[in-house]
T-cell receptor, first 113, second 116 residues
Framework: DQQVKQNSPSLSVQEGRISILNCDYT??????FLWYKKYPAEGPTFLIS?????DKNEDGRFTVFLNKSAKHLSLHIVPSQPGDSAVYFC????????????FGQGTILTVHP | SAVISQKPSRDICQRGTSLTIQCQVD?????MFWYRQQPGQSLTLIAT?????????ESGFVIDKFPISRPNLTFSTLTVSNMSPEDSSIYLC?????????????FGQGTRLTVV
């Protein structure tokens, strides 16, 4: 049972444009969500997070939106840069599993110059 | 943010042997975890490494196959025992110091294991 899903395996975007990465979850106990970026041969790097008490969190070029009723979150990157090209993972935690992260399958983002 | 170092960064091992992966954090942390990323897959939690007591394993993972130690608040090891080619994966150590939201979960660079 895939509790966190990223349905787009890949996304290609032109430099300077917006990148939108999507994530859906099924477990209602999840109340904290994180986005990680991963380059090959490196561990995941934390990008941004959001608590279920908020519907938006912004940090520089990165904004995460949470729609609790739809159990959906998205990561917006504006403007996209070639250095943003990486695999992006959505992760969730909450309830009795607090601290343990459940990850989506990842989305490969490619930003073209 | 905590800095997490894993050793080795990669290894090629013969089937039937065991490999111990070390995870060192540069500061004391509350929680440490071990994850696995199989080829083309997402990250899956193996277990929570508990300081001074037995690790807590997720469904599908057992202590005999993945023994874990955590002797103090900055160090943990994961052993992959009696390896088979199906164990070829990236193994990742993660740590967090406190409640998520006040701090985040950080990851080591991973250990890429190939079993032949």
């Amino acid at each position: 049972d895939q509790q966190v899903k990223q349905n787009s395996p890949s996304l290609s975007v032109q430099e300077g444009r917006i990148s939108i990465l999507n994530c859906d979850y099924t477990n209602s106990m999840f109340d904290y969500f994180l986005w990680y970026k991963k380059y090959p041969a490196e561990g995941p790097t934390f990008l941004i997070s959001i608590s279920s008490i908020k519907d938006k969190n912004e940090d520089g070029r990165f904004t995460v939106f949470l729609n609790k009723s739809a159990k959906h979150l998205s990561l917006h990157i504006v403007p996209s840069q070639p250095g943003d090209s990486a695999v992006y993972f959505c992760a969730a935690t909450g309830g009795t599993s607090y601290g343990k992260l459940t990850f989506g399958q990842g989305t490969i983002l490619t930003v073209h110059p | 943010s905590a800095v997490i170092s894993q050793k080795p960064s990669r290894d090629i091992c013969q089937r039937g042997t065991s490999l111990t992966i070390q995870c060192q954090v540069d500061s004391q942390v509350t929680m440490m975890f071990w994850y696995r990323q199989q080829p083309g897959q997402s990250l899956t939690l193996i277990a929570t490494a508990n300081q001074g007591s037995e690790a807590t394993y997720e469904s599908g993972f057992v202590i005999d196959k993945f023994p874990i130690s955590r002797p103090n608040l900055t160090f943990s090891t994961l052993t992959v025992s009696n390896m088979s080619p199906e164990d070829s994966s990236i193994y990742l150590c993660s740590a967090t110091d406190g409640l998520l939201g006040n701090t985040e979960a950080f990851f080591g660079q991973g250990t890429r294991l190939t079993v032949v």
